[in-house]
């Protein structure tokens, strides 16, 4: 590990970091006299749940030599009085710059919810228009949780997250029915009755459905029982893939992680971070990984769905940012970038086309490879093809080394699906083939603490006080697929001194963190 004074130096260069939590979390899971890792799992669960309630603010660990311990009292100087109010009013700021950003659009307004057209802003965030809308996201639920009566906050949390998991199999049965596909190109909406007679629904049931996704945004009631596609639902329709993400979350990602009470409860699979001993082991029945599964026979449809639902989840998550912010340019004529574990290609389709003197060479398991070189890449991308620019070539990361000598070799959403030691193993073999030039970029989430510490030691970015200073329900994803990671593999989102550690048990050092907006970039170097 860097020592503290090491870490501040690299983190001031940034303009973000979870330095934060390096130092803080051990003190944290002391005081729980929680040990070893099941504290670690431990604190991922709370700062989960402390993005939608405040829970007791952390205290500095007293080990951390070069770091002025701060006392409490700093620490809780948050105003009580009038923090409703403060928070009413960064709502209102925020959404005053959102609305300014889309007056200067090609578009003009803020789009309707009744809107079905795409507007340029949705592609497109700056990183002031997405920090507006993390504040709106994240002050809203805080000035709720503030103002309304704990047993209320509780049970909608409860009711939520218990059962409210009827929202997202609402979602899923949309997309399985294809609802928004039946309703497409029918503004004026399409009565219940019609639309059970099209999906093979019962109508008053697929009423029912429809009136709760309404209720939260997803289509809309023209009339009474007469629905029609709204700006959310459009985004359901079966060519989007992001439909065909929702459907693995509604299925194995659901199903998987209502058992995870049960895994954290178990002597042994609780306390393991194996990725076999997982929620998802128990609700599959199978003794393998995830990933394993997806390659046998029984998984090979749910790996289809998963491999174009990426794309989709790259869609939402703006992971694009990588391709049009990070310097390819600056790299040698010729260089080349492995896409480690890269799917389809989300990425890597993205760099051939924008960037035409790379050569791109795309490594996954072997069906992956096969969907990539037969069907994704010849229909999306047929000239890198053509011109020799991408190669496929399969790979079992865990047991054999990627292509040797490459410029970069790129790591999208790959170090989050693991748990540490698969991690090391993945970038050893890694650092094995690399050269003095190669970079290793891990391409994913980078955690923050929700407990706020001052400026001085704490580089990265934290939201304005009285808001929780990660942002709290505004950047709630990040830590959603945390605790989908540990029910599906035992993996999780890192904070920064995570992936620098991981990197060091690998013999790598850490070069430089890129914030790429919603997503970040951990970049690895030969020492
Ligand atoms: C979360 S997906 C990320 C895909 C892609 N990088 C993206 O972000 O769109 C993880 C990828 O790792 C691949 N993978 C899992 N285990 C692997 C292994 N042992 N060797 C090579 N690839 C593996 C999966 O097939 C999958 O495509």
Same mark, same amino acid.
């Given at each position: ?9 690299m ?61 409490? !009292? ?11 109010? !403060? ?61 309304a ?23 899923g ?33 697929v ?19 007469v629905? !029609? ?19 693995? #979350? ?44 997806m ?59 924008? #960037? ?35 190669? /496929?070539?399969?790979?079992?990361? /865990? ?19 693991w748990? @540490? ?15 003095p #030039?190669?970079?290793?970029l ?7 603490n ?31 697929? @945390? ?22 048990? !690998? ?21």
């Amino acid at each position: 590990m860097p020592s503290a004074k090491r870490f501040k130096r690299m983190m001031s260069q940034k303009d973000f970091s979870c330095v934060s939590s390096f130092y803080f979390i051990p003190a944290f899971d002391k005081r729980l006299q929680i040990q070893g890792k099941m504290g670690a799992q431990v604190s991922s669960i709370l700062r989960h749940l402390t993005a939608y309630i405040k829970t007791p603010r952390l205290l500095p660990s007293s080990k951390v030599p070069d770091v002025e311990p701060v006392p409490p !009292a700093r620490l809780l100087r948050i105003p009580t009085n009038g923090e409703p109010t !403060a928070l009413a009013a960064f709502i209102t700021d925020a959404t005053k710059i959102v609305e300014a950003h889309y007056a200067r659009s090609s578009h003009p307004g803020v789009p309707s919810l009744n809107d079905t057209d795409e507007h340029p802003l949705d592609q497109d965030l700056n990183s002031e228009l997405r920090t507006a809308i993390q504040v709106i996201e994240g002050a809203c639920a805080q000035l709720s949780a503030t103002v309304a009566r704990p047993e209320h906050t509780i049970v909608n949390i409860f009711l939520q997250k218990v059962m409210a998991f009827v929202e997202p199999t609402c979602l899923g049965i949309a997309i399985t029915f294809k609802i928004p596909d039946v309703l497409r190109g029918r503004p004026g909406g399409m009565h219940i009755s019609e639309i059970g007679k099209k999906t093979g629904l019962e109508e008053r049931k697929v009423g029912r459905i429809l009136r709760l996704l309404t209720s939260r945004h997803v289509f809309t009631e023209v009339s009474e029982n007469v629905f !029609a596609n709204n700006r959310l639902s459009i985004r359901l329709l079966s060519e989007n893939p992001l439909s065909n993400m929702g459907s693995c #979350y509604v299925e194995e990602y659901q199903k998987s992680t209502s058992l995870l009470p049960d895994i954290l409860g178990d002597k042994m699979w609780g306390h393991s971070y194996l990725s076999t001993h997982t929620a998802f082991n128990k609700w599959s029945l199978y003794d393998g990984s995830l990933f394993a599964f997806m390659n046998a026979p029984q998984g090979l449809r749910f790996k289809a769905r998963f491999d174009v639902g990426m794309i989709g989840w790259g869609n939402a998550c703006q992971a694009h940012n990588i391709v049009y912010q990070f310097p390819w340019k600056e790299l040698p004529d010729g260089a080349s970038v492995c896409d480690l574990g890269g799917g389809v290609g989300n990425i890597s389709l993205q760099l051939a086309k924008a #960037y035409p003197t790379l050569k791109l060479i795309l490594q996954d398991l072997p069906e992956t490879i096969q969907r990539a070189k037969t069907e994704v890449w010849p229909e999306k991308c047929p000239e890198a093809i053509r011109q020799k620019r991408i190669e /496929f070539k399969t790979i079992d990361f /865990f047991k054999e080394s990627p292509v040797a000598g490459c410029n970069v070799y790129l790591l999208k959403n790959i170090i989050h699906d693991w748990p @540490d030691h698969d991690c090391v193993t993945i970038l050893t073999n890694i650092r094995k083939v690399m050269e003095p #030039y190669s970079q290793i970029l891990i391409h994913e989430y980078i955690l923050q603490n929700a407990n706020r510490v001052p400026d001085e030691p704490c580089a990265f970015q934290q939201a304005p006080q009285p808001m929780l200073a990660n942002y709290g329900a505004g950047r709630i994803r990040q830590y959603n697929l @945390d605790l989908c990671m540990m029910a599906m593999l035992n993996g999780e989102e890192r904070k920064l001194a995570d992936f620098v550690r991981l990197g060091e048990q !690998a013999g790598l050092k850490f070069e430089k963190l890129w914030d790429l907006g919603e997503m970040a970039v951990v970049e690895l170097r030969l020492p």
